[in-house]
């Protein structure tokens, strides 16, 4: 993908020293080694003797950057990085370390972090059993609560129909508890809650949602999916704004300890006081990290929302917070047998559920397209991203093409055909490499049963996007990825298998592997690119905003399984020192 001369820069990064490196010819171009002027203001900060990566059109590497204010004004050799030292310039030995451009996760639910604060969290457990232990231990320290909500079961735990109502009922019989599972798509709820949203065993499914039922009594069983999920969801009650500001917040530090400093956060107007808790935030001066997120659209308000959404936008424009995208759920996932599929699933005779009619949602996209926003769309199933495509397709036929770079999420499965459809809509795919694995629990336990052979082996087609000019980007989509960090997701796009799995048998769709090159560029330009904050960061180049991390590691001299083992010892943010790694003495 980036030619000759990026062959050359891998070679002789990975088996030369930085210095070495950098005299066959991997540095910046002559126009970055010298200023112009003829008095050269001191810089801020200065980092020296390193293995920048710039992640630029070349993918040069240099040894040197100078960062004044917020921005990068120098990148190339060390030798020309001295002429940006004064007498206050902070200057820095990397020692051969690596620098890069910030990562940016483009599909993050940071606000989410508050459940795992005030809720019940049930991420370490693996069975009903230790959720009962879990769920215990929270009701017996919380005793008096109006109602209970957490998150984190897993659905190998309970396949099929999901886990029972009874389970809860047994721990809490007359408080309603709602617990949602990892992947956020499916509700496990007890009687009283039931009750208290009025289901009951002739309460129809929700367009967009499915109300599990006991096959032989036909009652409730106490599992909710997608859109049905909402009927418990709304009458239960959610955070404060306080409470929702302290997750974010407790978001920031671990993002910003991964080195993470762009992200889009997709659940605003999802759920009550989450958009107001960024908005305090933003006006506190208390966010450290770039924000640029996405309104939850709704399916059955369709395209007259959108006046509402823009008033929100245009309200909220600070360097660090903005709305620039509408999220839609165009479907469910795979594992509650909701993602919507071109054929039914194997193991029952659905085509999954798509959660907008396909009409009202052509309108939205193109009234949405129309306000300047992007589309986000949600989508796991080849029928859906079809007809997200469909969609896309009509706003531009409407608007006019004018760089839109609407994106679809997840893109678990792909017709082929429609690969060829991303680039010519110029449409972002945006994909989650945490997942590419034949993940215990998950593949041989569902994804195989219900979609069979074939189709599990096609899952997740990152490299055929690439190979196609697809600008693709990664993301965690924390917190059904508890673990965020980017250098997980860097290696796990590159093996495609389980950390510590060695049967070749064991990689997951071994064609869709990327490279090291193609995995950075995810997490930083492609990133940038997808939130269209490509013009000031991304990359390390001249003028752009200091949003660069130190590794400990340079990730192109270790082995691949090694990557995720590395260490970012700094962080910045528009040239603000927001994270440094204390490192222990030998």
Do not use: C
Not at 117 to 144: M, N, R, T
């Amino acid at each position: 993908m980036f030619g000759k001369k990026w062959t050359s820069v891998l070679l002789a990064t990975a088996l030369m020293s930085p210095v070495a490196a950098f005299a066959q010819g991997t540095g910046q171009a002559p126009a970055k080694e010298a200023a112009k002027a003829s008095v050269i203001a001191p810089a801020d900060a200065v980092f020296t003797n390193g293995v920048v990566y710039t992640v630029d059109r070349n993918r040069n590497v240099v040894q040197a950057i100078a960062i004044r204010g917020d921005k990068i004004v120098y990148v190339g050799s060390d030798e020309g990085a001295r002429a940006f030292i004064g007498a206050k310039t902070k200057v820095t030995d990397l020692q051969g370390k690596m620098v890069l451009p910030g990562f940016i996760d483009s599909h993050t639910h940071a606000s989410k972090t508050t459940g795992l604060i005030y809720s019940i969290d049930l991420f370490d457990g693996d069975s009903i059993e230790k959720y009962v232990e879990i769920i215990q231990a929270f009701v017996k320290e919380h005793p008096k609560e109006p109602t209970l909500q957490g998150r984190g079961w897993s659905n190998p735990v309970a396949p099929g129909i999901g886990p029972r109502k009874e389970v809860l009922d047994q721990i809490v019989p007359t408080t309603p508890i709602a617990l949602t599972s990892d992947d956020g798509h499916s509700l496990w709820v007890n009687s009283a809650a039931m009750k208290l949203a009025g289901i009951t065993k002739d309460t129809p499914n929700p367009t967009g949602g499915v109300i599990e039922h006991d096959s032989k009594t036909g009652e409730p069983s106490g599992t909710l999916r997608e859109k049905a999920m909402d009927l418990v969801l709304k009458k239960i009650g959610g955070y404060t704004v306080q409470q929702y500001e302290t997750g974010i917040e407790a978001y920031q530090q671990k993002a910003i300890e991964r080195g993470v400093t762009t992200v889009r956060d997709p659940d605003l107007l999802r759920y009550p006081n989450v958009l107001e808790a960024y908005e305090e935030l933003a006006k506190e001066n208390k966010l450290t990290i770039r924000f640029r997120n996405a309104i939850t659209a709704n399916p059955d308000k369709g395209p007259e929302q959108v006046a509402e959404f823009v008033k929100i936008r245009d309200r909220n424009q600070t360097p660090l917070f903005q709305i620039n995208s509408v999220k839609i759920f165009m479907d469910g996932v795979v594992e509650g047998a909701t993602a919507y599929l071109e054929k039914p699933y194997e193991h029952k005779h659905t085509n999954g559920e798509l959660i907008w009619k396909p009409e009202v949602y052509q309108k939205t996209a193109a009234a949405a397209d129309k306000a300047g926003f992007q589309l986000h769309i949600h989508s796991i199933g080849d029928a859906s991203t079809r007809i997200a495509l469909d969609g896309m397709a009509y706003a531009e036929q409407q608007n006019g093409d004018h760089d839109a770079r609407h994106s679809l999420v997840h893109l678990q499965l792909v017709n082929p055909q429609d690969i060829e459809r991303f680039k010519k809509l110029g449409a972002v795919g945006i994909v989650q490499p945490f997942w590419f694995m034949q993940e215990d629990g998950y593949y041989d336990e569902i994804e195989v049963p219900y979609l069979g052979q074939e189709r599990a082996e096609k899952e997740y087609p990152m490299k055929s996007l690439i190979n196609q000019g697809v600008h693709v980007a990664s993301s965690s989509d924390y917190v059904v990825t508890p673990e965020f960090n980017p250098l997980n997701g860097i290696q796990q796009g590159i093996t495609r298998i389980a950390d510590g799995e060695t049967d070749p048998k064991k990689i997951a769709n071994p064609e869709e592997r990327a490279t090291l090159p193609d995995m950075i560029a995810s997490f930083t330009i492609e990133g940038a690119y997808a939130n269209h904050v490509d013009d000031i960061t991304g990359s390390i180049e001249l003028g752009k905003k200091a949003d660069i991390i130190v590794l400990d590691k340079n990730l192109f001299a270790i082995p691949v399984t090694q990557i995720k083992d590395a260490k970012v010892l700094l962080t910045m943010v528009e040239g603000k020192e927001v994270f440094h790694r204390a490192v222990e003495k030998k």
